[in-house]
């Protein structure tokens, strides 16, 4: 079940994207990203896990409108494990990594595996249960994603979408729940959207620098003319991630 949090905004489309899965006995929840410190969408993800044992709560990455809830979790699940890549999210259970698997149920399918998908953030991972990637901001239902800087790095990014592209050729998921926007059934053409249009922005970038351009708000100008004002912070961010790929980082802009 997806609960949409009011948090509408260029960066996180029509707002973020909490989920709660049931267990197969329906006795126990897992949540996926608690999302942004708003009681109403408090009150809606706390509504789906009814009467159900909340047995986990995982955190896709670090940005706010994915973690901010988790602020005020002693009023609502001070005992519930937190699984988060970074030491500072996780609570009562070790940090997570690739290839851990978390229980959320007593049936042998009642598990969530944990993909590192390092890029938007290094801390970013994907959550695979029952042929379906929960992905984060890795990929969106809409658009592109952007990497940040210097949380992320478009190396990582590359050689995720590499990865999960391989796990969907092997059957691992067919389907992606995206943190914002709509689901995702066509999952090997949208990830090869997202690789082609990320190598399409790497070589206008590359020509950007050779026409002169050096640092990434000069860079911005050039690939991004035609971005939404409201976005251009991100633009710039993204810039700065491909500038440090392609070892171009002007001094100024570190
Ligand atoms: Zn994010």
Do not use: K
């Amino acid at each position: 079940m997806r609960i949409r949090a009011n948090n509408p905004s260029p960066m996180t489309l029509t707002g973020t994207n909490t989920y709660v899965l049931a267990s197969r006995d329906d006795s126990a929840a897992v949540l996926i990203d608690p999302g942004p410190e708003l009681a109403e969408h408090r009150e809606n993800f706390l509504a789906e896990v009814g009467e159900r044992r909340l047995a986990a709560i995982v955190l896709t990455h670090q940005h706010a409108d994915h973690s901010e809830m988790l602020g005020s979790i002693d009023q609502w699940a001070p005992d519930v494990p937190v699984y988060a890549v970074l030491d500072r999210f996780a609570r009562h259970t070790p940090p997570v990594s690739d290839g851990n698997r978390i229980v959320f149920g007593d049936d042998p399918t009642d598990v969530l595996e944990v993909v590192a998908t390092p890029g938007h953030t290094s801390d970013s991972i994907s959550l695979i249960h029952d042929g379906t990637l929960y992905s984060g901001d890795t990929i969106l239902g809409e658009g592109t994603t952007i990497v940040t800087y210097p949380e992320g790095s478009l190396g990582d990014y590359l050689d995720s979408l590499d990865r999960l592209r391989e796990l969907c050729d092997a059957g691992a998921f067919t389907r992606i729940e995206p943190a914002h926007g709509p689901t995702i059934e066509s999952p090997a053409e949208v990830i090869d959207h997202y690789r082609s249009h990320r190598r399409e922005r790497i070589a206008q970038v590359q020509a950007a620098l050779d026409q002169g351009a050096r640092t990434a708000a000069e860079v911005c100008d050039i690939v991004y003319h035609d971005v939404d004002p409201r976005v251009r912070g991100a633009a710039e961010q993204i810039v700065r991630a491909q500038l440090a790929y392609l070892g171009a980082l002007s001094p100024d802009d570190v």
